[in-house]
C-alpha cells in the first residue's frame, strides 16, 4: 500500500504519536535501571519493544516512536558491543516498529528517534543541557547513528525524531546535520519556565528550525503538561507543532525513577491543537489509556 506522506497528513488535520514506551515496558516488568534503559531489550528481548508497539496502536496512536532514543555507539560500547552491533540494533529498533504498525495501523508512521547527547551520559543532562561537548563535538556526536537512521527512512521508517533536546548548540547541530540530506524530521525540545533547559528562549530554536526544509514540525516533549502547553503557540508560530509532554512528575536521575503526581490531561489536546499543534501525544509515564482518550477528544 501506498502510505500518505506524514506531511501532507499533518497539513489536513492532527495526528496521534504514542506514549512513554519506557512506561509500558516497565509496566510489563522489564527492569530497565541501567544507563541503556529501554534500549537493552533492542538486544535482550525485541519481542516485548514489538509487543509495547502494538500495545500504543492499539490503543489509538498513529506514530509509532522507535526504542532507539538511548542506543549509541558510546552507550553500547561500553558494553562491548562493536560499530556493527549497534548499527544492527539501530535498524532493528526500526523494524520493530514498523512490524507493530504494519500488523495493527497499516495507514500509520514509524519514527525513528534521535535522542540528546544528554541521554548517553545517562545523568539528566538531557534536562539540564550542560554539555562538556561544544557545536563540532555534538555534530560528530550525532552524525553517525542519524546517518543509520537515516538510511531507514522510506525503507521502514517515515521520518526522523530529534526529540529532548535541552540546548541551542545541540539544535544547531542536529539542524546542521539535516540541511540538505532529503530526510523529514521532527525536531522537539525539552522545556521549563518558556525556555530551553539550558535556559534559551525557545523561539530562537524553532525560528532556526525554518530554515532548514527537512523539518516537518517544531515543538517540546518531555517536559511538563504546563511547559509543553505554554511551548505550542511559540512553536506554532513557526509552523506545525508537534507535543508530547511527560506526566508531569519528576525525574529523580540519582534513583531513575519518577516523583510525584501525573498531570497529563489528555483534554488539553483541544488547547494545544488550537495554538498550532499537529503531532499530539505523550511522553514518560503516559499510558496507552492517555493515548486512547486522546484520541477520541480529537475525533470530537
Known amino acids: 500500500m501506498t502510505r500518505q506522506d506524514l506531511r501532507t ?8 504519536l504514542d506514549g512513554g514506551l519506557a512506561t509500558l515496558l516497565e509496566e510489563h516488568g522489564h527492569d530497565l535501571s541501567s544507563d541503556l534503559w529501554s534500549a537493552r531489550l533492542l538486544r535482550d528481548d525485541p519481542g516485548a ?31 562491548g ?30 519514527a525513528a528517534s534521535v535522542g540528546p547527547y544528554g541521554a548517553v551520559l545517562a545523568d539528566g543532562s538531557e534536562y539540564r543541557g550542560d554539555y562538556d561537548l561544544d557545536l563540532a ?7 553517525p547513528r542519524l546517518d543509520v537512521l537515516a538510511s531507514t527512512v522510506g525503507e521502514h521508517a517515515d521520518l526522523l525524531a530529534v526529540e529532548t533536546i535541552p540546548c541551542l548548540t545541540e ?56 511547559d509543553a502547553g505554554a511551548a505550542v503557540p511559540v512553536a506554532g508560530a513557526h509552523g506545525p507543532a508537534v507535543v508530547y509532554p511527560n506526566s508531569g512528575q519528576g525525574w529523580n536521575a540519582a534513583t531513575r525513577s519518577w516523583e510525584g503526581r501525573s498531570a497529563f ?9 488550537e495554538a498550532g499543534a499537529r503531532l499530539v501525544g505523550g511522553c514518560c509515564r503516559v499510558g496507552t489509556g492517555d493515548i486512547t482518550v486522546l484520541r477520541a477528544t480529537l475525533a470530537r
Do not use: K
Open 137 to 143: 563535538g555534538l555534530r560528530a556526536f550525532h552524525r
Open 81 to 110: 558491543a562493536d560499530r556493527d552491533e549497534v548499527e544492527r540494533l539501530l535498524r532493528r529498533s526500526v523494524e520493530l516498529a514498523a512490524a507493530a504498525r504494519d500488523a495493527v495501523a497499516p495507514d500509520g508512521w514509524v
Open 265 to 273: 490531561d489528555p483534554a488539553d489536546v483541544a488547547a494545544w491543537v
Open 9 to 16: 497528513a499533518i497539513a489536513e488535520r492532527p495526528v496521534v
Open 171 to 226: 539544535v544547531e547541530a542536529v539542524l546542521a546535520e539535516l540541511d540538505g540530506s532529503g530526510v523529514p524530521a521532527w525536531l522537539s525540545l525539552s522545556t521549563a519556565n518558556g525556555l530551553t533547559r539550558a535556559g534559551e528562549p525557545i523561539g530562537e530554536a524553532f525560528a532556526m528550525a525554518a530554515d532548514v526544509a527537512e523539518v516537518v514540525a517544531v515543538g517540546v516533549n518531555c517536559s511538563s503538561p504546563a
Open 49 to 79: 519493544i514489538e509487543r509495547a508497539h502494538r500495545e500504543f496502536f492499539t490503543a489509538g496512536a498513529e506514530v509509532a516512536t522507535t526504542a532507539s532514543y538511548q542506543v549509541s555507539f558510546e552507550g553500547f560500547g561500553a558494553e
